[in-house]
């Protein structure tokens, strides 16, 4: 008895924890983009008011999601928000440039690119749109969506193999058209994946056929 009664505690809360998912997953993702979104922007504020360590920790922490280049961040608290590679030369290692976080003079960059900025904060807005235009948005065709993020990747890779350079102006567009893409693209399928996970399945909703003689 303790064990079928471990077995229906164990099996009850699973069930749960999957209705609850499927009922709140749009609140959950658009509270964990927000959340994830949020230490980057804190980091220049708190090197902004003196507190250098926990700062720091933040940029550390997420170097493993961005390069941080000071060249293609925002910066906050400073003179301007963007800064050319040429004015910043004078200020970086150039063994290590993602490692200059920024000066009082200059002000702190996020801790992100430019490009990951638009990204992220365009798939917070496009998923609290969804949120209001739930049930009249139809998902995006994948063709489409390759259009959407052919730009980036032109970008990024004529960038990254040194054949020009970017700007923030087209960093911050390509990202915010792959924001939106992904977001077109994925959530009316979630949605609709979700929604077939609460509604009940044939076998649990009428009785089974009864069995011929």
């Known amino acids: 008895p303790r064990r079928r ?3 229906r505690l164990v099996v009850g809360f699973v069930d749960g924890l999957v209705t609850f998912i499927a009922r709140h997953w749009l609140a959950l993702a658009n509270l964990g983009l927000f959340a994830f979104m949020l230490p980057p922007f804190l980091a220049p504020l708190l090197m902004a008011a003196g507190y250098e360590a926990p700062a720091r920790f933040i940029y550390l922490a997420y170097r493993l999601t961005c390069h941080q280049l000071p060249a293609r961040s925002y910066f906050l608290f400073g003179r301007q928000p963007v800064y050319s590679p040429e004015e910043l030369r004078p200020f970086l290692n150039p063994a290590s440039p993602a490692a200059f976080v920024g000066s009082p003079e200059l002000g702190f960059k996020v801790a992100f690119c430019e490009r990951d900025v638009a990204i992220y904060g365009v798939m917070l807005l496009a998923g609290l749109t969804y949120g209001l235009l739930r049930g009249r948005i139809r998902a995006l065709d994948w063709r489409l969506f390759i259009v959407l993020i052919l730009p980036l ?3 990024g890779t ?8 970017s700007d923030w102006l087209l960093r911050t567009v390509t990202g915010a058209l792959f924001g939106a893409g992904w977001v077109w693209l994925a959530y009316p399928r979630v949605d609709r994946a979700m929604a077939a996970v609460l509604s009940p399945t044939p076998a649990a909703s009428s009785p089974p056929p009864p069995k011929g003689r």
Do not use: H, K, M
């Not at 004529?158 to 350079?165: A, D, I």
């Open 158 to 165: 004529t960038q990254l193999v040194g054949l020009r350079e």
């Open 5 to 7: 009664a471990l077995d």
């Open 153 to 155: 990747a032109v970008d």
